[in-house]
């Protein structure tokens, strides 16, 4: 199997969900974007109810589904501008990503994880890159660490047990390890 790949460029995540806005529609593009902005896993993603955010306070309370830990989640400004542009759209949604199609006979539910996962891997392959609904919240942790946040802080926005752990996850190699050794010559 396949290692799912971190989309680790602005400019990719960018083109990812203009992709996924072309060809599989608004809704999907913005699961991508809130998902790169929330780093969480697409099964929490997914749940999310309108009344589940805090938006006076941009906040975000969850059980996660996986650990079973409470996290707390700060609701960025692209986070907010997508769920107001999502509420004003379909004021009567119960969930922030809802089927709304005829097929569903009346029903709430939130889109799925197969369909989600299916436009996702889509826009991957037109892009020559192997992502998946895991990838955003590897894309979420590249960039953080690209950009020089410590791994321990990291690890805690991912809600991993240990930096090691996302050491392993990011696919920080032990031959970029050694290769510091010669980059940073002091």
């Not at 996962?117 to 826009?123: I, M, N, P, Q, Y």
Request: proline share 2%.
């Amino acid at each position: 199997m396949n290692e799912v790949e971190a989309v680790k460029t602005k400019e990719e995540i960018g083109a990812v969900e203009a992709l996924l806005r072309q060809y599989h529609g608004q809704i999907y593009a913005n699961i991508w974007r809130i998902g790169v902005n929330l780093s969480l896993r697409i099964s929490d993603l997914l749940l999310i109810t309108y009344a589940d955010l805090d938006t006076k306070n941009r906040l975000f309370t969850l059980i996660e589904g996986k650990t079973g830990t409470k996290r707390q989640i700060r609701l960025n400004s692209k986070v907010l501008a997508i769920v107001e542009k999502q509420k004003k759209a379909h004021p009567e949604d119960v969930y922030l990503f809802q089927v709304h199609s005829n097929r569903t006979s009346g029903s709430i539910k939130p889109i799925s994880r197969v369909s989600v996962s299916r436009a996702f891997k889509d826009a991957g392959e037109r892009l020559g890159l192997n992502i998946n609904t895991h990838s955003m919240r590897k894309s979420r942790g590249w960039a953080m660490f690209s950009d020089g946040v410590p791994i321990e802080k990291i690890s805690k926005m991912l809600n991993h047990s240990a930096p090691a752990v996302t050491m392993r996850y990011l696919g920080i190699t032990q031959q970029e390890v050694l290769d510091t050794y010669d980059e940073y010559e002091l």
